[in-house]
């Protein structure tokens, strides 16, 4: 949960008076893109083709550059590749135990 939004146990909370009141919720979070600030990010950033977290972005291409002009192209900035998998995972919802 950010902390913007309230703590875990207020979020907990809010979910069971909305249980209480037959009112389901669905939370939504895009899980697999970054921003600027993320330590990997920078790090690709910092250390390029040497970078120790490239193979977690898709597709970067250290011959082209960005609008941010990082000096090297992104498909999707910060689109985070999953292990293992040619291309990333497609988002898919789903019931979140709270």
């Known amino acids: 949960m950010d902390r913007r939004l309230g703590t875990n146990e207020e979020f907990r909370e809010f979910v069971a008076n909305c249980h209480a009141r037959g009112q389901k919720v669905i939370v939504d979070g895009v899980f697999n893109h970054v921003g600027r600030d993320f330590f990997a990010f920078k790090d690709l950033q910092a250390n390029r083709e040497n970078a120790r977290y490239k193979d977690w972005f898709c597709d970067v291409n250290f011959w082209g550059n960005n609008e941010y002009n990082d000096g090297f192209f992104l498909r999707q900035l910060g689109r985070l590749q999953p292990a293992?998998?040619?291309?990333?995972?497609?988002?898919?919802?789903?019931?979140?135990?709270?």
């Open 84 to 98: 293992g998998q040619a291309e990333p995972a497609q988002p898919r919802g789903a019931e979140l135990p709270l």
